[in-house]
């Protein structure tokens, strides 16, 4: 099949901001927008997304070089490498880059639909909200871990459901939502301080390390149902990544290009709803991935709009990193990874408020 390449439109301008847009048109009529410069930085963010993920394999009380965890997967390693590869260490690995790519989205998603770049499943409730369904489960019924993780996801869609229904108002608005959402973040803290209240010394413990967000001991239980939501959802929210990007211009604008702006809304924030319940039951709420993996995935595309698939793949690449310098740094699981990305994640967003701050817009 074969096609032809044209300059897009905005080509002057987007060269204007260091960007090379073209647009691809095949022989049958079909016509794609490529953005040079977020497909290099998508690129580049796969290889070190995987790249990570080779080493965090190769950590722990088995060392093991990169050659040998790529031939352990090649299947040319030892049975005692392949045991340690396939069955203790993979799924570890899997679980990082499956809940970074859906934090990474569901906070592209969330900051899109609010017009915020402070929207994100940590600040407007939705992380609680699962919390709070595996405190539930913790501490009243001493769940193991399929119970705690069922309890997560549903106290997260139950959480997205009361908050949309609070924010409808003849549709969801961004400014809104992010009020509905702040203020069911403090109500929901304030119920996961009370549970801790109700837990004798083995529940708090157990609940005070799923709530700090954790790789460690992940298998493939967690991998398959994880993998399963990433792959029926992720490419959904893909699929509305233009309208998306058409809401960031107002509801007006965008309903005279021909968006359903409501529907858009609510398709794309139960996704995202779903995906932060199901990475949360996997991991744990992991801190400030959803807000800062979206900001720094657009700060290296330099392009407008919501960047969905730049924001996965930071997403990933940004929670494996984190669990292996927690490993090298503090040794084999002795940091739970959601600490070190809630120190970096607070600084980040220390230098976000001062930076709107200094622009004038807060």
Known sequence: MSSTVKT?????????????????????????????????????????ALFASVLLIGTGDFPMSPADVLATLTGSGTTAQEFIVNDLRLPRVLVGLLVGAAFGVAGAVFQAVSRNPLGSPDVLGFSQGSTVGALLVIVFFQGGTFAV????????????????????????????????????????YAMVLYLM????????????????GTLSGRDWDQVRPLAVACA????????????????????????????????????????????VAAATAAAGPIAF?????????????RSPGPNLLPAALMGAALLVTADWLSQQVFGADQLPVGVLTGVLGGGYLLWLLASERKAGRI
């Open 8 to 48: 897009a439109p905005g080509q002057a301008e987007a060269a204007r901001n260091g960007r090379a847009v073209r647009a691809v048109r095949t022989a049958g009529g079909l016509s794609v927008r490529l953005d040079v410069r977020t497909l290099v930085v998508a690129v580049l963010l796969a290889a070190v």
């Open 149 to 188: 993780a069922a309890g997560s996801v549903v106290g997260g869609i139950v959480t997205g459901l009361a908050i949309f229904l609070l924010a409808w108002k003849g549709g969801i608005h961004g400014y809104r939502f992010v009020l509905v959402g702040i203020g069911a973040a403090a109500m929901l």
């Open 197 to 212: 209240t109700k837990a004798n010394i083995v529940e708090a413990t157990q609940a005070v390390t799923w709530m700090t």
């Open 232 to 275: 029926v959802l992720i490419p959904l929210a893909l699929l509305y990544g233009r309208p998306l990007r058409m809401l960031e211009m107002g509801d007006d604008a965008a309903y005279a290009l021909g968006v359903r702006v409501t529907r858009v809304r609510v398709v794309l924030l139960t996704a995202a709803v779903l995906l």
């Open 289 to 301: 991935l959803a807000l800062t993996a979206p900001q720094l995935a657009r700060r290296l595309t």
